[in-house]
């Protein structure tokens, strides 16, 4: 395991310990609120808290399976576990969400929020949860950031559906206080809905990862840069990114003056290989193909490959 699997892991086994704790004593603390001032967005609101728990385990053992070193069965390594890990929750908020919005439904549809006003406690508990979740969110958020990683940037947008779930769960709440008692319920399903949107966006930005998307126009022209500007390169002729997890993988042709020794060639791709994987430490693997700028358009097939000679690690 390298330096930088090293500090990722630790990092996010830091964040998740902190997570764990935090949402555990926001959990019995929102319930016993939603029971003794008989809120029932409370209650819904403790159980989102009590399944970030659950959550932040999953980016536990995601990130642990994907900083395993490769192996003979997976030669590119393990990074998309995290991805998995990411779709997981994903499916964790969506279920969520779907249980509270069928509370707040069916409570409407029964009549069962009648006579019952939330207390004082279920209102502060609610403020003191929308701070303490968004503040998390912002921690999670920055060491997702940091590391590159989806599982926990997943879980970082969980706390921030939490935090929503409070501003809804706190608008509810004072409504019935203030005489509107279904607001409690109408609280539920609007939680509901805010959550299913994170659920799709963590969902969707995990799959994009799983089926190779290219980086963003910006790293590909800082990588453009790099590559012309190393001295012997005379044109860039293909560049493709692709996202494996939270790692990079490049590949890369270049045309260099023909009449150079294959020595002499290999050198060049040598520097371009060494420049993006310096530059760009994201880059987990890069492949530079070399060829001969003079037979450029002779050599190069239609579909962009050609002779010569490739550098990679």
């Not at 879980?155 to 203030?178: E, N, P, Q, T, Y």
Request: with cysteine.
């Amino acid at each position: 395991m390298d330096e930088n699997t090293l500090k990722h892991e630790k990092i996010v086994i830091t964040v998740s310990v902190v997570t764990i704790i935090i949402n555990a004593v926001l959990s019995v603390a929102k319930l016993l609120a939603g029971i003794f001032a008989d809120s029932g967005a409370m209650i819904s609101d403790a159980v989102h808290s009590a399944s970030d728990v659950f959550s932040t385990v999953i980016v536990l053992v995601g990130v642990k399976m994907a900083s395993k070193a490769s192996d003979k069965q997976h030669p590119y390594g393990h990074e998309r576990m995290e991805c998995v890990a990411a779709i997981v929750l994903a499916v964790v908020l969506a279920g969520t969400g779907a249980m509270l919005g069928y509370v707040g439904i069916r409570d409407i549809a029964t009549g069962a929020y009648e006579g019952s006003v939330p207390g004082l406690p279920a209102l502060i508990t609610a403020v003191v949860s929308i701070f303490v979740k968004e503040g998390m969110y912002w921690y999670t958020r920055a060491a997702a950031k940091k590391t590159k990683s989806d599982a926990l940037m997943a879980d970082a947008w969980h706390h921030r559906s939490d935090a929503l779930s409070s501003v809804g769960a706190f608008a509810g709440i004072l409504g019935s206080i203030l005489g509107v008692t279904v607001l409690d319920s109408v609280a539920s399903i609007v939680i509901c809905l805010l959550i299913l949107k994170v659920a799709v966006d963590v969902f969707r930005g995990a799959v994009d990862k799983m089926v190779d998307r290219a980086c963003d126009d910006k790293t590909v022209r800082d990588m453009t840069e790099a590559i012309l500007s190393t001295d012997g390169v005379k044109t860039l002729d293909v560049i493709k990114t692709r996202i494996f997890g939270n790692r990079i993988y490049v590949e890369i042709e270049i045309s260099v003056d023909g009449d150079l020794k294959l020595s002499d060639s290999h050198a060049i791709a040598e520097q371009v290989h060494n420049r993006i994987e310096a530059g760009f430490p994201d880059v987990k693997h890069c492949m530079v193909h070399v060829n001969p700028y003079l037979h450029i358009c002779a050599d190069i097939s239609a579909d962009g490959e050609g002779g010569g000679s490739e550098t990679q690690r």
